[in-house]
């Protein structure tokens, strides 16, 4: 074996030992069907979260950012892989099956689990020396072989193939029913705790733990909340509070808002273990959503539809940056970025190369930050191939190119044109007036499917037009 390449598996098998100030930390907090406006920074006046605001204000706040999916599955793995899923073929949540089999065509061809030919941050930051934790929901496979420690993880908290706890309540159990077959899976969350626990609250003590544990030398902690997901459970007198409001001032569920503050004093939590440590400093925080909020959850106004959908509702996302010496606190930047940005930006962050042949979709956010750069990409892309059943979810590609957003949908077929900067609800459709444009939209639109041999749906010859499915524009617009 030649020594060039006993000294590159030496480099991957042995990671670098390096100190907590040789290179920034990196916490990447994920929040599980989080609305764009469901934070008092994003316009909010009914949610409360004066930590995650702090968090903002300290920080840069993204106006145009998106989630990789408007499903939860896709985006994770486009965040952890830095390749849009259509790429990956990981393009619908999962355990997926065939939920309409009578429908006019078939789903597009998916995988079950996150490929293991894909480098993932966690693995690259592994690589550079850095402590690796994924603590809460991971969704991207099971067991026995595609779980965070199989995928670059040296600590793994709560993460299973599930994409819901049981209860977000000790003892966390759930009763899960598999459409397809009926069959009934019972499974714990996690397998301890105490009486009363709750779990949110349980993976931001875990999170601490893991950096007080390791803030003696650079870790990447990846605290991925199984909330503000179903089911809606939060605590009895956080509740209380938000049903004294009344109805009409309400912007969403009083169980759902008491999730979302219990996810804010999570972050406050962690972000005073950083402070407590010495560690705030020299730390990266990252806080996102992996989809839009859930429509019978939240009111997603001004954007048009929910978490399924491929209108804004389903796929802009909260996006909050904190990088010391690099964001300039309280800056709110529009250009359009998406979930495959992180992975770059966090290489940048530990000080290591970027490894543009795996983030392939993903740009280094920082020299926008820092207001030195604007981003070199013409586009951004959606594909999901597949029915579900949130409201006004067809099977649907997308492109955004400026202000202007292409939807082609497949079932029914069609081309809907928006001018976000002008109609952030999409209510006018603008194809039939501006058919040159619709169409070079489109044709770009394919020439990228292409591109990532994007999987396409079929003619389906078990077709029943009887079949009941979900109705195109079942949610009202705003």
């Not at 009486?195 to 893991?210: H, Q, S, V, W």
């Not at 503050?261 to 730390?283: H, K, P, Y």
């Amino acid at each position: 074996m030649a020594v060039a390449t006993i000294c590159t598996i030496a480099i991957l098998c042995c990671p670098t030992t390096l100190t907590a100030q040789d290179h920034k930390n990196i916490v990447l907090i994920l929040i599980d069907d989080l609305g764009w406006s469901d934070l008092g920074c994003q316009g909010s006046s009914y949610y409360q979260t004066p930590h995650i605001d702090q968090l903002a204000a300290s920080g840069a706040r993204f106006t145009d950012a998106y989630a990789a999916c408007a499903v939860c599955t896709p985006t994770r793995a486009a965040i952890l892989t830095g390749k849009y899923p259509a790429r990956t073929l990981l393009t619908d949540w999962l355990p997926s099956g065939r939920w309409h089999p009578q429908a006019k065509l078939r789903s597009g061809r998916f995988l079950r689990s996150l490929p293991f030919e894909e480098v993932t941050l966690a693995e690259a930051l592994r690589a550079a020396g850095y402590r690796t934790a994924s603590v809460g929901k991971w969704h991207l496979g099971s067991e026995p072989f595609s779980l965070p420690q199989h995928h670059g993880f040296d600590v793994n908290i709560a993460g299973n193939g599930h994409g819901a706890p049981g209860s977000y309540f000790f003892p966390y159990q759930g009763n899960w029913k598999i459409p397809s077959t009926g069959q009934r899976v019972r499974w714990n969350t996690l397998p301890d705790g105490e009486p009363g626990e709750y779990l949110t609250d349980r993976l931001t003590d875990e999170a601490i733990k893991f950096v007080e544990e390791n803030r003696d030398r650079p870790f990447f902690l990846y605290l991925s909340h199984y909330g503000v997901h179903t089911p809606l459970q939060a605590k009895p007198d956080m509740v209380a509070r938000y049903e004294k409001i009344p109805e009409k001032q309400r912007q969403g569920h009083p169980v759902y808002a008491a999730m979302v503050e219990s996810i804010d004093q999570s972050v406050g939590r962690v972000l005073e273990s950083l402070e407590q440590n010495s560690l705030l400093n020299n730390t990266v925080v990252i806080f996102t959503s992996d989809n839009g909020g859930f429509y019978k959850a939240t009111d997603n106004a001004p954007l048009r539809a929910n978490k399924g959908a491929y209108y804004e509702g389903g796929i802009r996302v909260p996006l909050i940056i904190r990088w010391p010496g690099v964001t300039k606190a309280g800056s709110v930047l529009e250009e359009p970025v998406t979930s495959t940005d992180l992975y770059p930006t966090c290489l940048a962050a530990a000080g290591q190369p970027l490894r543009p042949h795996q983030h392939r979709d993903g740009l280094n956010l920082q020299g926008l930050m820092n207001g030195r750069d604007s981003l070199d990409r013409d586009a951004l892309y959606w594909h999901f191939p597949h029915y579900n059943g949130h409201p006004s979810s067809v099977p649907s590609s997308v492109i955004r190119r400026g202000p202007w957003k292409l939807i082609e949908t497949f079932d029914p077929e069609g081309l809907e044109l928006y001018h976000l900067e002008e109609d952030l609800g999409e209510s006018q459709d603008l194809a039939t007036d501006r058919p040159q444009l619709a169409k070079e939209l489109s044709t770009q639109l394919a020439e990228w499917r292409r591109q990532v041999n994007a999987q396409m749906m079929e003619p389906n010859p078990d077709y029943d037009p009887k079949a009941k499915l979900p109705k195109k524009g079942q949610q009202k617009k705003p």
